[in-house]
């Protein structure tokens, strides 16, 4: 619980800053709000929405904080696999929620995520990692608009503990885990 706090409160905390920001450099604080939308391509079919904020540092370093929300389920090439050993991949479809932070250099970042994932057939996860590496092209420019954006990182999933002894009374036996994936999007630029 106190984790958790903790991560509210820093978020709070940059939240404020966000709004707190010096206008020395001319742009408005709304220059460096984004909205992204991510379709997540591999074993799992990944579709996410994140809100961040940007704290530049100079005119080649910056970074930011924000919250993403998305949908995680088995993409085609999953079922293929797993129909052959007759495993159920509904109940792999996820809902996930996580606060991340960034670090930029010119228009590559590295981000780190970390938040919950709900299912409905386990209940709540804790995701403990959500590492990307990403690019990014034109993101330091100042025009308003649409952003290309591709990503490779380890992306939570649902996964059991110990797949092929699995019971239905062992729901407790799944966590998330992480799986190597292809992230395309698009970015909104204010």
């Not at 074993?43 to 995680?72: H, K, M, T």
């Amino acid at each position: 619980m106190k984790k958790i706090i903790a991560v509210i409160a820093a978020m709070v905390v940059m939240s404020c800053a966000a709004f707190a920001q010096s206008e020395s450099s001319g742009d408005s604080w709304v220059d460096n709000v984004r909205i992204e939308v991510d379709v997540g391509l591999g074993l799992q079919f990944i579709l996410e929405a994140r809100g961040a904020y940007r704290f530049p540092i100079n005119s080649i370093l910056a970074w930011d904080v924000g919250f993403e929300a998305g949908y995680c389920a088995p993409s085609f090439l999953w079922a293929v696999a797993n129909s052959m050993n007759g495993d159920n991949n509904n109940e792999l479809n996820t809902f996930i929620t996580e606060a991340f932070a960034s670090f930029w250099f010119w228009d590559f970042y590295m981000s780190y995520g970390l938040g919950f994932a709900i299912n409905k057939g386990f209940g709540p996860m804790m995701i403990p990692t959500d590492f990307r590496l990403g690019w990014q092209p034109n993101f330091r420019k100042k025009d308003r608009g649409f952003l290309f954006k591709m990503e490779l990182g380890f992306l939570p999933i649902p996964e059991p503990i110990n797949h092929t002894t699995m019971t239905e009374d062992d729901k407790h036996a799944w966590l998330t885990g992480s799986m190597l994936t292809l992230t395309l999007g698009t970015s909104y630029k204010f």
